[in-house]
């Protein structure tokens, strides 16, 4: 029984400590032997034109800001149209559509009366498209004027390139609740899945937030799927197309400093991570070098990691006695334990400093758990409420 025991141990930690620290360390040391493909320079009459796609349910509190930031662009008036659905807003979302659609032709606002979630929003107005290349976005990502044409320009600077994304960035942000940690967390899943493009042009995946595609690799997004980004992303490597990463087109969001309000859209990400993992199963084996190993270490171990912390955390006391090594090893995990519930209780107060750091590693490893749960209870809807943002 000892031998099985050690066995469940290892694989445990192993799997554990691959998504977040062997992968991650790999994946960095690699990119810094790859050199970077220098952009390519387009004149005005090169470009290509692009339809700007995203879906909206009562965003009236960001919807102003992010639509100025499209119309100030730098990129040709005549190759830009603006495409966004509303989701059967009942704020004044629709009103702030139709009052710019009058200010400016280039906006065309589709008002859905009933809802129907983001994915089929999506489909409706991607088949509405003849652009080139569509631009997806979200309500509340900001864009700095330079960030279309960067990303344009990295699409044509290799050849076979299907899709590339931008980088997401927190604004200026009060340091509280778990805007820290959420913060940290971004900026190494940038510099993760810009080492992935640089690796193997296949970074993953693709922010829903910001990134552009050709509008032929767009696929059909499937019904009450979350996660359409990521679905996107293993199509377009699914056609042995490539996926770039241009870190300096840059889009700006607002840190979420409620954990309640993001334990909710991280349980809505791992419904979309398990929806993903069965709906690409055969991805693993089909595409298995390199683009197979790099999804099943960065994203599918991480997405069980919580049922290996559960075994992990019930195998290293059954080998108390066996070697101390295993003594110490749950000493530390549930000493990480008891600190990580300290730092949730306390998740709202900055004094709490490192201290979050655990919590929040415990908080994402249960919305994981949820979220798997919900996936095999059936799901009846993906519609969706708006992350609530700069809570006070």
Not at 62 to 73: G, I, P
Not at 142 to 165: D, H, Y
Not at 261 to 283: A, C, D, M, P, T
Not at 293 to 304: A, E, G, N, P, Q
């Amino acid at each position: 029984m000892t031998i099985f025991w050690q066995y469940i141990f290892w694989i445990s930690l192993l799997v554990i400590a691959t998504p977040y620290f062997i992968y991650p360390l790999l994946m960095l040391f690699l990119a810094r032997l790859r050199s970077e493909t220098p952009l390519g320079l387009l004149s005005e009459e090169d470009l290509p034109s692009v339809d700007i796609l995203f879906a909206a349910y009562n965003e009236e509190a960001v919807l102003e800001e992010k639509l100025q930031s499209l119309f100030n662009l730098d990129y040709p008036k005549d190759k830009i149209r603006i495409r966004v659905g509303s989701d059967a807003s009942s704020d004044r979302t629709n009103s702030i559509l139709e009052s710019w659609e009058k200010k400016d032709d280039r906006l065309i606002p589709y008002l859905f009366k009933r809802r129907s979630g983001k994915s089929p929003i999506l489909n409706f107005i991607k088949d509405d498209s003849e652009a080139d290349l569509l631009l997806l976005t979200d309500a509340n990502i900001i864009f700095e004027p330079q960030t279309l044409k960067l990303l344009v320009r990295r699409m044509l600077s290799q050849k076979n390139v299907a899709a590339v994304g931008a980088d997401i960035h927190y604004g200026d942000f009060e340091k509280k609740g778990i805007s820290g940690q959420e913060d940290t967390y971004l900026k190494l899943e940038n510099r993760i899945k810009y080492a992935e493009a640089k690796t193997a042009a296949a970074p993953l995946g693709l922010e829903g937030g910001c990134y552009l595609i050709k509008r032929d690799y767009f696929p059909e997004i499937p019904p009450l799927f979350y996660m359409e980004d990521f679905f996107v992303t293993l199509h377009v490597l699914s056609r042995k197309a490539r996926i770039l990463w241009e870190p300096m087109a840059r889009v700006w969001e607002d840190v979420s400093v409620s954990p309640t309000e993001e334990y909710k859209r991280k349980v809505r990400i791992s419904i979309g991570n398990f929806q993903n993992l069965v709906h690409y199963k055969h991805f693993l084996w089909r595409r298995l070098w390199p683009q197979g190993l790099m999804y099943f270490s960065h994203k599918v171990l991480r997405w069980i990691s919580p049922f290996f912390l559960l075994l992990l955390l019930i195998s290293a006391p059954q080998l108390l006695f066996v070697h101390w090594f295993y003594g110490l090893i749950a000493g530390i995990y549930m000493a990480f334990i008891g600190l990580g519930l300290f730092g949730i209780l306390l998740s709202q107060k900055y004094s709490t400093g490192l201290l979050q750091y655990p919590g929040h590693f415990i908080n994402m490893n249960l919305a994981l758990l949820e979220g798997f749960l919900n996936y095999i209870k059936g799901i009846k809807t993906n519609a969706w409420q708006p992350t609530q943002r700069k809570q006070a």
